[in-house]
């Protein structure tokens, strides 16, 4: 039940960086979550500077769009947590081929019964 809720959770984030809808990505961060990017790992603490981030990511043109594949959730048995570990891309709006892959990994927490990120890191591993 919690993987499948994990996987429902991300395909939601998935859908709202297709459409561009920051609000929707907003209840899927915990409120201090913390993600470091790929290539220059920068850090991004709390969920206010991530939607910032999203917002600007979301006015560039060609915007591009990056989708997190999952590969593998582990449950916790001692706590409300998960780690997802899995593959992303990066594709600008109307391309065929990712501008960027790579491999990342997610923490997740439940929190009164919904699945948040407290935790990414996005590790660069191919671009075009």
């Not at 043109?61 to 998960?82: F, H």
């Not at 992303?88 to 927490?109: F, H, M």
Request: neutral net charge.
């Amino acid at each position: 039940m919690s993987e499948i809720a994990i996987r429902a959770r991300r395909a939601l984030f998935n859908r709202a960086i297709a459409d561009g809808d920051a609000a929707a990505i907003a209840p899927l961060l915990a409120r201090d979550c913390v993600m470091i990017t790929g290539s220059d790992s920068a850090v991004i603490a709390g969920r206010v500077a991530q939607l910032k981030v999203w917002k600007r990511e979301f006015a560039h043109t060609p915007r591009t769009v990056y989708t997190r594949t999952p590969e593998r959730i582990d449950l916790s048995p001692v706590e409300p947590i998960a780690m997802e570990c899995g593959r992303w891309s990066g594709i600008a709006a109307g391309a065929a081929e990712p501008l960027a892959t790579g491999t990342y990994a997610a923490k997740w927490r439940n929190v009164a019964g919904a699945w948040v990120i407290e935790a990414e890191i996005y590790v660069t591993t191919g671009e075009a």
